[in-house]
Protein backbone atom coordinates (compact mmCIF):
# COMPACT_ATOMS: atom_id res chain seq x y z
CA UNK A 1 0.00 0.00 0.00
CA UNK A 2 1.10 3.24 -0.90
CA UNK A 3 0.28 6.69 0.54
CA UNK A 4 0.52 10.37 -0.45
CA UNK A 5 0.45 12.27 2.18
CA UNK A 6 0.75 15.86 3.49
CA UNK A 7 1.27 17.52 7.36
CA UNK A 8 -1.40 20.11 8.29
CA UNK A 9 1.63 22.61 8.32
CA UNK A 10 1.89 22.02 4.79
CA UNK A 11 -1.44 22.05 4.15
CA UNK A 12 -1.70 25.55 5.57
CA UNK A 13 1.60 26.50 4.04
CA UNK A 14 -0.26 25.37 0.46
CA UNK A 15 -3.62 27.26 0.86
CA UNK A 16 -1.59 30.75 1.99
CA UNK A 17 0.89 30.84 -0.92
CA UNK A 18 -0.91 29.00 -3.63
CA UNK A 19 -4.26 28.96 -2.51
CA UNK A 20 -4.22 33.07 -1.76
CA UNK A 21 -1.09 34.53 -2.38
CA UNK A 22 -0.56 32.87 -6.12
CA UNK A 23 -3.96 33.50 -7.29
CA UNK A 24 -3.61 37.17 -5.96
CA UNK A 25 -0.54 37.35 -7.79
CA UNK A 26 -2.36 36.01 -11.25
CA UNK A 27 -5.53 38.41 -10.69
CA UNK A 28 -3.37 40.99 -10.37
CA UNK A 29 -2.42 40.82 -13.94
CA UNK A 30 -5.98 40.39 -15.29
CA UNK A 31 -6.89 43.54 -13.22
CA UNK A 32 -3.75 45.91 -14.75
CA UNK A 33 -5.06 44.92 -17.95
CA UNK A 34 -8.48 45.53 -17.55
CA UNK A 35 -8.18 48.69 -15.78
CA UNK A 36 -5.74 50.04 -18.29
CA UNK A 37 -8.08 48.77 -21.66
CA UNK A 38 -11.25 50.10 -19.82
CA UNK A 39 -10.11 53.00 -18.58
CA UNK A 40 -7.20 54.56 -21.10
CA UNK A 41 -8.02 57.98 -22.71
CA UNK A 42 -7.83 55.98 -26.47
CA UNK A 43 -10.44 53.62 -25.98
CA UNK A 44 -13.84 55.34 -26.97
CA UNK A 45 -16.04 52.73 -26.14
CA UNK A 46 -18.12 52.83 -22.75
CA UNK A 47 -18.33 49.94 -20.31
CA UNK A 48 -21.75 48.63 -19.38
CA UNK A 49 -23.21 48.27 -16.28
CA UNK A 50 -22.26 44.56 -16.67
CA UNK A 51 -18.88 44.94 -17.13
CA UNK A 52 -18.81 48.08 -14.34
CA UNK A 53 -19.97 45.18 -11.91
CA UNK A 54 -17.41 42.45 -13.03
CA UNK A 55 -15.14 44.49 -11.69
CA UNK A 56 -16.05 45.45 -9.00
CA UNK A 57 -16.70 42.12 -7.34
CA UNK A 58 -13.19 41.24 -9.46
CA UNK A 59 -10.90 43.97 -7.59
CA UNK A 60 -13.28 43.20 -4.13
CA UNK A 61 -12.17 39.80 -4.65
CA UNK A 62 -8.64 40.35 -5.21
CA UNK A 63 -8.63 42.69 -1.58
CA UNK A 64 -10.04 39.76 -0.13
CA UNK A 65 -7.51 37.15 -0.90
CA UNK A 66 -4.58 39.31 -0.11
CA UNK A 67 -6.19 39.65 3.18
CA UNK A 68 -6.27 36.14 3.98
CA UNK A 69 -3.01 35.80 2.22
CA UNK A 70 -1.00 38.13 4.73
CA UNK A 71 -3.77 37.19 7.59
CA UNK A 72 -2.69 33.09 7.25
CA UNK A 73 0.44 34.22 6.67
CA UNK A 74 1.30 36.06 10.48
CA UNK A 75 -1.33 34.03 12.31
CA UNK A 76 -0.96 30.94 10.96
CA UNK A 77 1.86 30.21 9.57
CA UNK A 78 4.36 32.74 11.11
CA UNK A 79 3.92 31.35 14.54
CA UNK A 80 5.26 28.11 13.25
CA UNK A 81 8.08 29.71 11.48
CA UNK A 82 9.32 31.57 14.70
CA UNK A 83 9.25 29.00 17.22
CA UNK A 84 11.67 28.71 19.37
CA UNK A 85 13.26 24.89 20.11
CA UNK A 86 14.01 23.76 23.58
CA UNK A 87 17.48 24.02 24.45
CA UNK A 88 19.61 21.14 23.20
CA UNK A 89 17.25 20.42 20.58
CA UNK A 90 19.62 19.09 17.80
CA UNK A 91 16.77 18.39 14.60
CA UNK A 92 15.57 22.08 13.86
CA UNK A 93 13.56 20.62 11.08
CA UNK A 94 10.82 21.45 13.23
CA UNK A 95 11.53 25.11 13.87
CA UNK A 96 12.30 26.89 10.35
CA UNK A 97 13.98 30.19 11.44
CA UNK A 98 16.43 28.54 13.73
CA UNK A 99 17.30 26.12 10.60
CA UNK A 100 17.99 29.16 8.61
CA UNK A 101 19.68 30.88 10.95
CA UNK A 102 22.00 27.66 11.58
CA UNK A 103 23.82 28.20 8.36
CA UNK A 104 25.34 31.33 7.33
CA UNK A 105 24.67 30.07 3.28
CA UNK A 106 21.17 30.21 4.77
CA UNK A 107 20.79 32.55 7.38
CA UNK A 108 20.07 35.59 4.70
CA UNK A 109 16.63 33.67 3.57
CA UNK A 110 15.60 34.77 7.22
CA UNK A 111 17.54 37.93 7.85
CA UNK A 112 16.86 39.86 4.63
CA UNK A 113 13.87 37.23 2.83
CA UNK A 114 11.56 37.11 5.60
CA UNK A 115 12.30 40.18 7.37
CA UNK A 116 11.58 41.88 3.92
CA UNK A 117 8.18 39.50 3.45
CA UNK A 118 6.60 39.74 6.55
CA UNK A 119 6.61 43.40 5.85
CA UNK A 120 6.12 44.32 2.36
CA UNK A 121 3.29 41.69 2.15
CA UNK A 122 0.97 44.05 3.83
CA UNK A 123 1.77 46.77 1.19
CA UNK A 124 -0.65 44.58 -1.55
CA UNK A 125 -3.70 44.36 0.64
CA UNK A 126 -3.63 48.19 1.58
CA UNK A 127 -3.50 48.87 -1.95
CA UNK A 128 -5.57 46.99 -4.07
CA UNK A 129 -8.24 47.64 -0.86
CA UNK A 130 -7.56 51.64 -2.19
CA UNK A 131 -8.08 50.51 -5.77
CA UNK A 132 -11.23 48.43 -4.82
CA UNK A 133 -12.30 51.62 -2.83
CA UNK A 134 -12.16 53.97 -5.13
CA UNK A 135 -13.43 51.61 -8.24
CA UNK A 136 -16.36 51.46 -6.31
CA UNK A 137 -17.03 55.15 -5.60
CA UNK A 138 -16.43 56.02 -9.14
CA UNK A 139 -17.21 53.38 -11.44
CA UNK A 140 -17.58 54.50 -14.89
CA UNK A 141 -17.14 57.95 -14.00
CA UNK A 142 -13.26 57.01 -13.29
CA UNK A 143 -12.88 57.28 -16.55
CA UNK A 144 -13.42 61.37 -16.25
CA UNK A 145 -10.58 61.22 -13.49
CA UNK A 146 -7.02 60.40 -15.31
CA UNK A 147 -5.44 61.33 -12.36
CA UNK A 148 -7.09 59.23 -9.66
CA UNK A 149 -6.79 56.11 -12.75
CA UNK A 150 -3.04 56.85 -12.80
CA UNK A 151 -3.16 56.07 -9.22
CA UNK A 152 -5.09 53.52 -9.27
CA UNK A 153 -2.92 51.80 -11.70
CA UNK A 154 -0.05 52.53 -9.87
CA UNK A 155 -0.98 51.33 -6.80
CA UNK A 156 -1.93 48.52 -8.42
CA UNK A 157 1.61 47.75 -10.03
CA UNK A 158 3.26 48.03 -6.62
CA UNK A 159 0.73 45.86 -4.69
CA UNK A 160 1.75 43.41 -7.76
CA UNK A 161 5.81 43.79 -6.47
CA UNK A 162 4.75 43.82 -3.19
CA UNK A 163 3.19 40.25 -3.57
CA UNK A 164 5.59 38.78 -5.93
CA UNK A 165 8.47 39.71 -2.96
CA UNK A 166 6.48 38.40 -1.00
CA UNK A 167 6.04 34.82 -3.21
CA UNK A 168 9.52 34.66 -3.97
CA UNK A 169 10.67 34.66 -1.12
CA UNK A 170 7.82 32.56 0.78
CA UNK A 171 8.84 29.79 -1.79
CA UNK A 172 12.58 29.99 -1.42
CA UNK A 173 12.15 30.06 2.30
CA UNK A 174 10.05 26.96 2.39
CA UNK A 175 12.24 25.44 -0.19
CA UNK A 176 14.85 25.64 2.33
CA UNK A 177 13.41 25.22 5.83
CA UNK A 178 9.67 24.13 5.35
CA UNK A 179 6.83 24.49 7.68
CA UNK A 180 5.89 21.16 8.78
CA UNK A 181 4.32 19.10 10.92
CA UNK A 182 1.08 18.67 13.00
CA UNK A 183 -1.09 15.38 11.94
CA UNK A 184 -0.47 13.78 8.95
CA UNK A 185 -3.72 13.88 5.92
CA UNK A 186 -3.85 11.13 3.70
CA UNK A 187 -4.53 12.55 0.44
CA UNK A 188 -4.78 9.58 -1.89
CA UNK A 189 -3.87 5.76 -0.89
CA UNK A 190 -3.49 3.08 -3.76
CA UNK A 191 -0.87 0.12 -4.11
CA UNK A 192 2.70 -0.48 -5.08
CA UNK A 193 3.22 -0.66 -9.04
CA UNK B 1 -32.46 53.16 -29.08
CA UNK B 2 -32.46 55.45 -25.88
CA UNK B 3 -33.36 52.21 -24.02
CA UNK B 4 -30.87 50.01 -25.61
CA UNK B 5 -28.10 52.79 -24.55
CA UNK B 6 -29.09 53.47 -20.66
CA UNK B 7 -26.62 50.53 -19.61
CA UNK B 8 -23.69 52.39 -21.32
CA UNK B 9 -24.89 56.23 -20.51
CA UNK B 10 -21.76 58.87 -20.97
CA UNK B 11 -20.18 58.89 -17.52
CA UNK B 12 -20.20 62.30 -15.92
CA UNK B 13 -17.17 63.79 -13.76
CA UNK B 14 -19.00 65.84 -11.64
CA UNK B 15 -18.46 63.79 -8.45
CA UNK B 16 -15.67 65.65 -6.46
CA UNK B 17 -11.94 64.06 -6.35
CA UNK B 18 -11.88 64.28 -2.76
CA UNK B 19 -13.13 60.66 -2.27
CA UNK B 20 -10.58 59.25 -4.51
CA UNK B 21 -7.84 61.40 -3.13
CA UNK B 22 -8.63 60.38 0.66
CA UNK B 23 -7.98 56.43 -0.42
CA UNK B 24 -4.74 57.41 -2.11
CA UNK B 25 -3.27 59.52 -0.05
CA UNK B 26 -4.36 57.38 2.82
CA UNK B 27 -2.52 54.21 0.96
CA UNK B 28 0.60 55.75 0.98
CA UNK B 29 0.15 56.95 4.73
CA UNK B 30 -0.47 53.23 5.14
CA UNK B 31 2.29 51.61 3.18
CA UNK B 32 4.95 54.15 4.77
CA UNK B 33 3.85 53.27 8.35
CA UNK B 34 4.58 49.62 7.73
CA UNK B 35 7.51 50.35 7.24
CA UNK B 36 8.15 53.07 10.12
CA UNK B 37 6.36 51.07 12.57
CA UNK B 38 8.45 48.03 11.66
CA UNK B 39 12.12 50.30 11.84
CA UNK B 40 10.64 51.55 15.67
CA UNK B 41 10.41 47.74 16.64
CA UNK B 42 13.70 47.21 15.52
CA UNK B 43 15.48 49.89 17.09
CA UNK B 44 13.61 49.98 20.21
CA UNK B 45 13.36 46.73 22.66
CA UNK B 46 10.77 48.93 24.65
CA UNK B 47 8.68 49.70 21.38
CA UNK B 48 8.95 45.77 20.09
CA UNK B 49 7.77 44.55 23.48
CA UNK B 50 5.41 46.87 23.26
CA UNK B 51 4.32 45.92 19.94
CA UNK B 52 3.71 42.18 20.79
CA UNK B 53 -0.02 41.82 20.69
CA UNK B 54 -0.63 38.45 20.42
CA UNK B 55 2.75 36.21 21.48
CA UNK B 56 3.08 33.69 18.87
CA UNK B 57 3.30 36.23 15.91
CA UNK B 58 5.68 38.33 18.13
CA UNK B 59 6.26 42.20 17.35
CA UNK B 60 4.71 41.94 13.41
CA UNK B 61 1.27 41.56 15.11
CA UNK B 62 1.99 44.76 16.73
CA UNK B 63 3.35 46.31 13.33
CA UNK B 64 1.13 46.04 11.18
CA UNK B 65 -2.34 46.17 13.24
CA UNK B 66 -0.57 49.74 14.17
CA UNK B 67 -0.19 50.44 10.65
CA UNK B 68 -4.05 49.22 9.98
CA UNK B 69 -5.29 50.79 12.20
CA UNK B 70 -3.82 54.22 11.50
CA UNK B 71 -4.11 53.66 7.62
CA UNK B 72 -8.00 53.72 8.30
CA UNK B 73 -8.23 56.17 10.71
CA UNK B 74 -6.40 58.54 8.23
CA UNK B 75 -8.76 57.11 5.32
CA UNK B 76 -11.75 57.98 7.26
CA UNK B 77 -10.53 61.85 8.19
CA UNK B 78 -9.61 62.29 4.94
CA UNK B 79 -12.52 60.79 3.17
CA UNK B 80 -14.79 63.26 6.27
CA UNK B 81 -12.36 66.10 5.17
CA UNK B 82 -12.58 65.65 1.15
CA UNK B 83 -15.46 63.88 0.38
CA UNK B 84 -17.69 66.82 -0.92
CA UNK B 85 -14.52 68.85 -2.19
CA UNK B 86 -12.11 68.94 -5.10
CA UNK B 87 -8.63 68.69 -4.23
CA UNK B 88 -5.49 68.72 -5.90
CA UNK B 89 -4.53 65.77 -7.67
CA UNK B 90 -1.44 66.00 -8.71
CA UNK B 91 0.06 67.00 -5.56
CA UNK B 92 -1.91 64.19 -3.60
CA UNK B 93 -0.60 61.51 -6.15
CA UNK B 94 3.06 63.05 -5.91
CA UNK B 95 3.08 62.63 -2.23
CA UNK B 96 0.87 59.37 -1.90
CA UNK B 97 3.48 57.98 -4.83
CA UNK B 98 6.30 58.79 -2.55
CA UNK B 99 5.01 57.82 1.27
CA UNK B 100 4.06 54.33 -1.17
CA UNK B 101 8.04 53.99 -2.50
CA UNK B 102 9.36 54.73 0.81
CA UNK B 103 7.51 51.99 2.14
CA UNK B 104 9.32 49.45 -0.33
CA UNK B 105 12.18 50.62 0.37
CA UNK B 106 12.19 50.60 4.10
CA UNK B 107 10.51 47.71 4.57
CA UNK B 108 14.40 46.48 2.45
CA UNK B 109 15.98 45.12 5.60
CA UNK B 110 20.09 46.94 4.38
CA UNK B 111 17.59 49.70 3.79
CA UNK B 112 15.88 49.85 6.94
CA UNK B 113 19.40 48.65 8.92
CA UNK B 114 20.58 52.26 8.17
CA UNK B 115 18.27 54.03 10.71
Known amino acids: MVYMEITARSLWTLIHGMGFGALYLMACSGALVELYRRYCTHNQSLPTERDEKFLRIYLVTMAALAWLAVLTGAYILYPWYRAVPPPGTANLSAFPQRLLMASPTTSGWHSIGMEWKEHVAWIAPISITMAAGVVLQYGRNLKNYPQLRSAVLVFVWISLLAAGVAGFFGAMINKNAPVEGGPVIHIVQGEQK | ?115
Not at chain 2, 68 to 82: C, K, N, T
Open chain 2, 1 to 115: MSTQNASVSAPSATRPNGAGAAAILAAGIGAFLVAVFAILADRSAAIKSMMIFWKPTGPLSGVTTCAIVLWLAAWAILHARWRNRNVALTRVNAVAFALLFLGLLLTFPPIADLF
